[in-house]
């Protein structure tokens, strides 16, 4: 509730009180992450991935948070891997599609990129969609 009125600090506040009382709340975790990288505090945010990740390793969104901070540190293949985990968890998982289709294109992997941004696009995707027309995929 706070972090949708632009309350952060509060939304930390009660995120990290939860996590006093049930240390395993993948939610809780995952919601602290996000507000750390938020606010730019990185190595705090994949510390709260891989808690929850500890907890839950099944957890499609974790793995994505994570790969998207690996991948603003600029540590492509870890964050190669946890997309792939992310789609692998969760097939319609369209957004962990779309970046695991940018990983793979940074890597020089156009192909799997193509057929990533093809899934996104099934799923509903107006970007991927975009991407592949301006590749002549579309």
């Known amino acids: 509730l706070y972090a949708g ?4 600090d509060e939304a930390m506040g ?3 009180a939860a996590l ?3 240390p395993d709340h993948v939610g809780a975790r995952c919601n602290l992450g996000v507000a750390y990288g938020m606010q730019g505090r990185l190595d705090e945010a994949a510390r709260e991935y891989k808690a929850a990740l500890d907890s839950q390793p099944d957890c499609a969104e974790a793995h994505y948070n994570l790969g998207v901070n690996y991948g603003t540190r600029g540590l492509h293949d870890q964050a ?3 997309f ?6 969760k097939s ?8 695991l ?3 793979y294109w940074q890597g020089g992997r156009r ?5 990533q941004w093809k899934t996104a696009a099934q799923l509903g995707s107006a970007q991927a969609g975009q991407v592949l027309a301006q590749l002549g995929q579309g």
């Open 5 to 8: 009125q632009g309350r952060l």
């Open 14 to 16: 009660e995120w990290q």
């Open 20 to 22: 006093r009382v049930e």
């Open 101 to 103: 289709a940018v990983a």
């Open 111 to 115: 192909e799997e990129a193509i057929q």
């Open 80 to 82: 190669l891997r946890e």
């Open 92 to 99: 319609d998982y369209v957004e962990a599609h779309n970046n």
């Open 84 to 89: 792939q985990a992310a789609v692998r968890i």
